[in-house]
């Protein structure tokens, strides 16, 4: 789950982090309240769950209390194109109305999850302020990597080494300690999978400052944390994909036109990809999980066909603890519901498969059966071809 700057900020300041002073806007009245309380120079930031805002125009300065108001009502409402946003943008509700700084230097700094390694590890670069993955792939020797162990945590010999690699010295190097703590406590206790810092600020008075902040969560310690999940901006997600978590689904939306509907991340990965192999285009990644009900797969069946883009459906299941007679029942209710009209090919291995091949067959729908992955691949990818070329014809 993502979070909006400003609320990266918020917790931030609960560990101990410095930010700049600011508040947020939802009207130009409300910019131009803030910035008035901030003594008339601001900067007014657009608050959207994507980075490269600054180049889309979704941060601008402003010298006035009146002139942040202006400004403001030219960004709230409009649509931000960014290169992570996609062409289709992303609407800007609200700002982040903060005091301007003097900018010395600019630093990169970040907790992540070492996979490789199985410990949290702190990623900092001199180079702030720019995607550090162009910094990784242009100057990679620029990239300072501390790795954390989880019984002693982040040590203070650690915090200095960091700060001498870069280029920080006296007050300044002993001020990172504590936002370098306070950033792996924070990362620590609200199970996060990302705490960025881009950039960390040096100001000509020599104070350290986070000028912008990034906090990931991961979703299966949401329970742990309804604080956090109280963040969450559903304005800021895809709608299937908001929809599909509240029934317990994993869902995510691609750019293809066939619908696919699987048991297990791994096969579901496999499902995707077997389509691209026969020439097809998956519109989705959807889990329903190995102890799915009837009505969980009702649900996802019609979740699938919500998407305007699916011009055929693929279900592949595999009954472990999942049976596929549920699968069975679950995609002929739907199917009938709906009044499916595009191709549907379904293949079903494992527990009850013979019960659920039977409920396909005896239900009287345009159901394409297929006993391998690569003939229901094969079938789906053909139908929907076929299918779009009577379309264009008529």
Do not use: W
């Amino acid at each position: 789950m993502n979070i909006h700057e400003y609320q990266a900020k918020e917790i931030f300041r609960r560990f101990g982090i410095p930010v700049p002073r600011g508040r947020v806007a939802e009207t130009p009245l409300e910019a131009k309240s803030a910035a008035q309380e901030l003594g008339g120079r601001c900067v007014l930031k657009a608050q959207i769950h994507a980075g490269g805002r600054g180049k889309a125009g979704g941060v601008k300065l402003a010298g006035s209390a009146e002139e942040a108001e202006k400004k403001a009502g030219e960004m709230l409402g409009k649509k931000l194109v960014t290169h992570q946003t996609g062409p289709q943008g992303r609407e800007v509700r609200r700002l982040l109305v903060e005091e301007q700084l003097n900018i010395d230097r600019e630093f990169y700094l970040a907790m992540v999850l070492d996979r490789s390694l199985s410990r949290v590890s702190v990623i900092a670069s001199a180079e702030g302020g720019v995607e550090i993955e162009e910094v990784a792939r242009r100057s990679p020797e620029k990239i300072l990597k501390e790795a954390i162990d989880p019984v002693v945590g982040l040590l203070p010999f650690q915090c200095r080494r960091l700060a001498y690699d870069l280029g920080l010295a006296g007050a300044q190097a002993g001020a990172l300690a504590p936002i370098l703590q306070g950033l792996y406590r924070a990362f620590v206790e609200l199970d996060c999978s990302l705490a960025e810092v881009n950039p960390l600020l040096q100001t000509r008075e020599g104070k350290l400052v986070a000028l912008d902040g990034k906090m990931n969560f991961d979703n299966n310690a949401l329970f742990r944390h309804p604080e956090i999940n109280a963040l969450r901006d559903l304005n800021e997600e895809d709608p299937r994909e908001s929809e599909a978590s509240e029934l317990g689904l994993s869902y995510i939306a691609l750019d293809g036109n066939i619908g696919c509907m699987v048991n297990g991340a791994g096969l579901a990965m496999a499902t995707m990809d077997i389509i691209k192999l026969y020439g097809g285009e998956p519109a989705n990644f959807l889990d329903v999980g190995g102890g799915a009900t009837k009505d969980r797969v009702t649900a996802a069946f019609k979740l699938l066909l919500s998407d305007k883009h699916v011009q055929g459906v693929l279900v592949n299941i595999f009954g472990g603890i999942m049976r596929c007679d549920v699968i069975a029942q679950g995609v002929v209710e739907a199917a009938r519901e709906m009044r499916v009209a595009v191709p549907l090919v379904v293949r079903l291995q494992g527990t009850n498969v013979d019960l659920g091949k039977k409920i396909l067959s005896e239900s009287g729908l345009a159901i394409t059966p297929a006993e391998t992955m690569a003939e229901a691949a094969e079938k789906i990818v053909k139908a929907v071809k076929e299918a779009s070329g009577v379309r264009g014809k008529g």
